[in-house]
């Protein structure tokens, strides 16, 4: 299978995908660059695409939401640099390195996880799996530019956050938010790859992947960090 397949086939066909990987050589670097790049892109085009005063909206909810102050005129300021060059270098680079930390901290944490509990891992194979299915947030980071851009607004929601009994900036709030439809797809898909990479059953596979991805979202929540997998 070339690489223009494999990386199609990790939305359509993910179980020949992981099979091709299993038999072939990874080329892990082409998934994980274009993560990358989709993670900074879309974090630039966020700040051209939507109008500085929707930006100021949204700080300010989430300013009264979270008790907190700001002067106004400060305020003002900072909404006006939002499409800035300065501004725009800044979010483009940290599109990048959060998409790299997701990867390489998710590679590590799997990487452990299934080495304990008896999988055939090794680091390449655990950032194969990780960087392949990160496509996948990587399509969820496109369809939410899209739809912020053409409805002018931030608040997109693709996950439980949408629930309306939510209370915004509380702990079930930020726990829900996590759990989205593009990162359960992933999930799904890297259940399916890492017991085949690491040799284990289909039901280990997603047992080992999904239960320390639900103790990460519940610990960072504590601490008031997403974790955009």
Known sequence: MNEGRRLVSVYIAPVHLFDDLNEGRSRWWIPLVICLLVGGVAAVLLR???????????????????????????????????????????????GVISSALGIFVLTLLYWAVFAIFGGKINFNKSITVVAYSGLIVALGHLVRLILSVSLQRLDIYTSLAILPFLEPGSYLFRFASQIEVFTVWRLVVMGLGFSTLASVSRTKGYVLVILPWLVLIALLSFVKIGFGM
């Open 48 to 94: 051209l695409g939507v109008p500085s005063g929707v930006w100021m909206d949204t700080i300010r909810q989430n300013l009264a939401t979270s008790g907190a102050e700001m002067n106004e005129a400060y305020l003002e300021m900072a909404a006006n640099r939002i499409s800035s060059p300065q501004a725009l270098f800044f979010a483009g680079l940290g």
